[in-house]
């Protein structure tokens, strides 16, 4: 069975400062990743997606995350970071099955941004 | 073009209530998903419609219970309401059921049981 994995439930960085959010899964076969940001009383937004190919992916408003397959990971990372990127970010991993789709969502990790 | 739209916004209702929460996916889709999300958690799968069938369901208790019509939108209904039911609950629309694509999420009806 699928899950995923966010070591950290709060990560509060200055802004400007550099990001890398920690997400690990556990999947018998090679599974397609995302990652989505979450503002308070909003939905799910993808930020990026990893189905195969290039281990390092890119996202929207400058966010990258590279899967390792060695380490079960796909850390999403910002080289500098602003204050509007103050959410709540998930990591979830996907996997099709005979004739469906599973996606599985992290708990989360909330970010801060001190100006 | 119209993304994932969800209705109502909020809802309150009280124990032992049922509720009906609505969803229209996004224009080209064809698959709805449904999650519950407990405060300061993450998403949890419901169940997933296509072609007007359950194709698919999380560990929720019969009283969860859904439909979808031929426009692709869809319902999700909930009986003998419970405290522990109030959530935010995000609808996920997709293409043939989402393979090799991500869902686009709606931003969800917040229920509160009272």
């Known amino acids: 069975a699928q899950s995923v994995t966010q070591p950290d439930i709060h990560i509060t960085v200055s802004e400007g400062a550099s990001l890398e959010l920690r997400c690990n899964y556990s999947?018998?076969?090679?599974?397609?990743l995302f990652w989505y940001v979450q503002s308070p009383g909003q939905g799910l937004q993808l930020l990026l997606k990893y189905f195969s190919g290039d281990t390092l992916v890119q996202g929207i408003k400058g966010f990258e995350a590279e899967f390792k397959r060695s380490q079960s990971s796909f850390n999403l990372r910002k080289p500098s970071v602003h204050w509007s990127d103050a959410a709540e970010y998930f990591c979830?991993?996907?996997?099709?099955?005979?004739?469906?789709?599973?996606?599985?969502f992290g708990p989360g990790t909330s970010l801060s941004v001190i100006p | 073009d119209a993304g994932v739209t969800q209705s109502p916004t909020h809802l309150i209702k009280t124990r032992g209530q049922q509720v009906t929460l609505r969803c229209s996916p996004k224009s080209g889709h064809d698959t709805v998903s449904w999650y519950q999300q407990a405060l300061g958690q993450g998403p949890q799968f419901i169940f997933q419609?296509?072609?007007?069938?359950?194709?698919q369901r999380g560990n929720f208790p019969d009283r969860f219970s859904g439909h979808q019509f031929p426009n692709y939108s869809s319902e999700l209904n909930v009986n003998a309401l419970l405290l522990g039911d109030s959530a935010l609950y995000l609808c996920a629309s997709s293409f043939r059921q989402g393979r090799n694509q991500p869902q686009h999420f709606g931003d969800g009806t917040r229920l509160s049981i009272l």
């Open positions: 419609y296509y072609e007007e069938e359950e194709r």
């Open positions: 999947y018998g076969a090679t599974p397609y």
């Open positions: 979830a991993v996907g996997a099709w099955k005979t004739s469906y789709d599973k996606v599985i």
